[in-house]
């Protein structure tokens, strides 16, 4: 019962992402605005990471399933990329060492804050 509590809590959120951007004509998807409105429930302490953390971790170690149709889709699209396949590649490496960076900082931001505490 506990998972499907838990599993609740994410979808309604998720769904309130959805509405929040539908509704609002948001230029971000629905499933952001759902996660930045998920992150703003966990800081206020409105929603506790036990709330959620089963079911969090359950989808975190399936995430490379997720993954599998983005790649399908790429694979059988490829005649539209073709031509502009070193921008793709480009991307793909200048975002993956983007996010590498910034992971890096923060998580630096993270433990420097937890040792002055």
Do not use: C, W
């Given at each position: 019962?506990?998972?499907?509590?838990?599993?609740?809590?994410?979808?309604?959120?998720?769904?309130?992402?959805?509405?929040?951007?539908k509704?609002?004509?948001?230029?971000?998807?629905?499933?952001?605005?759902?996660?930045?409105?998920?992150?703003?429930?966990?800081?206020?302490?409105v929603?506790?990471?036990?709330?959620?953390?089963?079911?969090?971790?359950?989808?975190?170690?399936?995430?490379?399933?997720?993954?599998?149709?983005a790649?399908?889709?790429?694979?059988?699209?490829y005649?539209?990329?073709?031509?502009?396949?070193?921008?793709?590649?480009?991307?793909?490496?200048?975002?993956?060492?983007?996010v590498?960076?910034?992971?890096?900082?923060?998580?630096?931001?993270?433990?420097?804050?937890?040792?002055n505490?």
């Amino acid at each position: 019962m506990r998972i499907f509590r838990q599993l609740a809590i994410i979808l309604s959120i998720n769904f309130a992402g959805e509405l929040l951007s539908k509704g609002l004509s948001l230029p971000l998807p629905g499933s952001i605005v759902g996660m930045l409105i998920l992150l703003i429930l966990l800081i206020t302490g409105v929603v506790k990471e036990a709330h959620i953390a089963e079911t969090a971790n359950f989808f975190l170690e399936k995430m490379p399933f997720f993954f599998i149709p983005a790649g399908v889709s790429v694979m059988v699209a490829y005649q539209l990329i073709d031509g502009h396949l070193a921008g793709v590649i480009g991307t793909i490496v200048l975002s993956t060492l983007l996010v590498m960076v910034v992971s890096a900082l923060v998580t630096q931001f993270i433990i420097k804050k937890k040792n002055n505490d």
